[in-house]
T-cell receptor, first 113, second 114 residues
Framework: SQQGEEDPQALSIQEGENATMNCSYK?????LQWYRQNSGRGLVHLIL?????REKHSGRLRVTLDTSKKSSSLLITASRAADTASYFC?????????????FGAGTRLFVKA | NAGVMQNPRHLVRRRGQEARLRCSPM?????VYWYRQLPEEGLKFMVY????????ESGMPKERFSAEFPKEGPSILRIQQVVRGDSAAYFC????????????FGPGTRLLVL
């Protein structure tokens, strides 16, 4: 199956609550990235965590990486209605001068105002 | 610094016609990636190109699909003799410069085959 798989598939929370999304993958990776996609739009890069890193923060985002379990989580704190979007994890495999990136199916987050 | 540009944003074709999708990477980027996204699904890797070279086309269907990234001009994803199953959003991404790991995405081309 797909290299990166997110769960849950869909998540509905109230504004102000925290949202946690998980991603599992199968093979060794160079890095793992999280992207966001608003309906009908392109993807926006959120954060990259390398295979030798365990945790990374960016504003209200916190990403963890556990290479022994081949999993990552994305935490959005104090969610806002504007955070409503689909969130994808993507794993990068080093490949001939560049990186082949494999995306999961995404978690659809809905934040109710 | 303009982002990744894709055109057209929407494309309607009848079965059997050809579809040409264009992608201009960010300035200074020499790596281009094409992905396909079906409704409610994630992105499926299609092809990875550098200038004048196809590096990885493992995600491209064997027939009817081709991609190029010439020395001058945008990258082109070409679909010949389109079928209804080709209807999808096609996204282009580019990388390069200081961080080759991060891919920057264009707004996508939504192809509808009638």
């Amino acid at each position: 199956s797909q290299q990166g798989e997110e769960d849950p598939q869909a998540l509905s929370i109230q504004e102000g609550e925290n949202a946690t999304m998980n991603c599992s993958y199968k093979t060794s990776i160079n890095n793992l990235q999280w992207y966001r996609q608003n309906s009908g739009r392109g993807l926006v890069h959120l954060i990259l965590i390398r295979s030798n890193e365990r945790e990374k923060h960016s504003g209200r985002l916190r990403v963890t990486l556990d290479t022994s379990k081949k999993s990552s989580s994305l935490l959005i704190t104090a969610s806002r209605a504007a955070d409503t979007a689909s969130y994808f994890c993507a794993t990068a495999l080093s490949n001939t001068g560049g990186f082949k990136t494999i995306f999961g199916a995404g978690t659809r987050l809905f934040v109710k105002a | 610094n303009a982002g990744v540009m894709q055109n057209p944003r929407h494309l309607v074709r009848r079965r059997g016609q050809e579809a040409r999708l264009r992608c201009s990477p960010m300035k200074g980027h020499s790596h281009v990636y094409w992905y396909r996204q079906l409704p409610e699904e994630g992105l499926k890797f299609m092809v990875y190109l550098q200038k004048e070279n196809i590096i990885d086309e493992s995600g491209m269907p064997k027939e009817r699909f081709s991609a190029e990234f010439p020395k001058e001009g945008p990258s082109i994803l070409r679909i010949q003799q389109v079928v209804r199953g080709d209807s999808a959003a096609y996204f282009c991404a580019s990388s390069g410069g200081q961080s080759q790991e991060t891919q920057y995405f264009g707004p996508g081309t939504r192809l509808l085959v009638l």
